[in-house]
């Protein structure tokens, strides 16, 4: 009775060791396979020529990543553009002014939101978002545009963000003592005076934190970017004309990848290139708000 | 000064509630547009019948095949997920539990892991399938989907976890129970509605994924019998379809999104629900 118990409880301890060592692993595992791929990739060129560059031309054997790398960013930033006042307000009403009814309505929207899938974002911004900006917003500014735009993509991707980031600085928020906005509003502040003085200052590094959280999630993101972004290797700064993100050409080219020599390695080394960043980013950030939730 | 004080006030109030509330507004419009254009085309065929004429040109049929591929890899990443999650979870809150700074720095290496996109996922998934020799399938298809939704199933589970009264393992203890003991029939068993939402969470987002499966699971007519056969999924369903130039087509995009809604409405909000009733219940 007593050596079954004991078994069981050895078996039970190697299983539970083993799943967890498997999954604390498995981004060095991800990493190391990725690089190994990309090992040819950086024996014809080197790191700086493989990201500066801007010649793209994979039958020919050139690879230059930098018109990808701008598009990320430049949809990256844009969305973050339209979703980060939208989540702070939305945080700051939800936790300081809203009345019990409405936040209990309001849970379920975000996790509903957080939900959709990212390809469901996609056909959403298809139907709504690419004709409004080619046929509404477009013509409004006098641009001649199919819709399928760096725009398109960033109000989309803000979408996406709005659920996770908000989530966040809820979080965030509700880390801030009672007792100090107590204190402001017994001084003869008003509410508004109140969050603007403590809560947001007090809270500075998560809020900082879940922006940039917010950033690299959507840096990664995939097909609901690639679904209204147009897929144009191209540089540009205007946002009415198509991108081509880092995520939609590793997604777009992979049936074509076997075909073409050095191509593979291209696409993995874009892969790791998302790893590596989204995964620096995420750890800084994360760090960031254990810090402060210790506190 | 009192004055503009109060403008201030009024102004920064109608702001932030127009922020919340046009959350509920974005809500409604993505559903109520997906639903629209899901259910005109929703029709009985659509769902007991595989596309006629390829997935791309053919008109006729429906979308059997990417719901029947959907559901196997969305139950086998899960049934995989639970298996390395759950233990792990567990582990994280039963043998570390006197080690908070290990505890700590587990619960922070799983959350950035769970930052990875899954566009990352799939390119790994690829390469592992090739290293491996096997080739688009199902069976690779779950098992990268399933490497995606374990951090969801350790952290959801470990969050709930974490919460139990430490009185609580001290007494299993003090009877005398071994740590697994501990761990299934105490533990686990104080901590089920958590692990139910863990499980749905994850079901939710390995059903909607669609870069992962992209490189690993493949796109077929067929309803897939085997592991080894490529297997057809939903979202990708509606990424293919709605490229094509055949309306008809488009219409099977536009019903497998609103079917693919639904599912995942459903496990969000039963996720929700056992949540709730996890905190309503148990003891604190």
Redesign the interface.
Known sequence: MILK??I??S???T???A??V???I??L??GV??YI?AIPLFDLQSLPQLIGSSNWSPTNGDFGFWPFIFSSLYVTILSFLFSA??????A???T???SQR?IH?????????A??????????G???IVPFVGDVLAPALNIKTPGYSILAGGIVLA?MC??YI?NMLIETFKTVPLGLKEAALSLGA????S?KHIIIKKSLPGIISSFG?GI??A?????AVM?VVGNMVQLTFNPFEAGYPL?AL??NN?GEMLSIPMYDSA??FA?LT??VV??I???IF??FI?KTQKQ | MKKRKIVEEIIFRILTGIASYSLIVILCLIIIIIFIKGFNALSLDMIIKTPKGGYYYGGEGGVLNAIVGSLYIAFGATLIAILIGMPAALYINVHLVRYRRTQNTIRYFIDALWGIPSIVYGAFGFTLMLFLGMSASLLAGIITVALLITPIVIRTFDEVLSTIPKGLHEASLALGSTRAEMAFKVMFKQGFSGFITAVLLAFGRGIGDAASVLFTAGYTDLVPTNLDEPAATLPLAIFFQLGSPIPEVRERAYASAAILTIIILISSLTARFFSQKYSKSNLK
């Open positions: 118990r004991v069981f409880n078996l039970t301890g299983w539970m060791v799943s967890l498997i999954i604390l498995l981004p595992i991800i396979a990725l791929k006042p939208v989540c702070l307000f939305a700051i009403h939800l300081q002014f809203a409405l309505l309001m849970h379920p929207v975000i996790d509903i939101l939900g959709i899938p990212s390809v469901i974002y996609g056909m959403w298809i139907i709504v979408v709005i659920p908000l008003t509410p508004w005076e969050v959280l690299a999630k840096f990664g993101e995939t097909l679904m995520p590793i997604a992979y696409l993995m892969a998302l790893l989204i995964l980013i995420n750890l994360r760090y254990y």
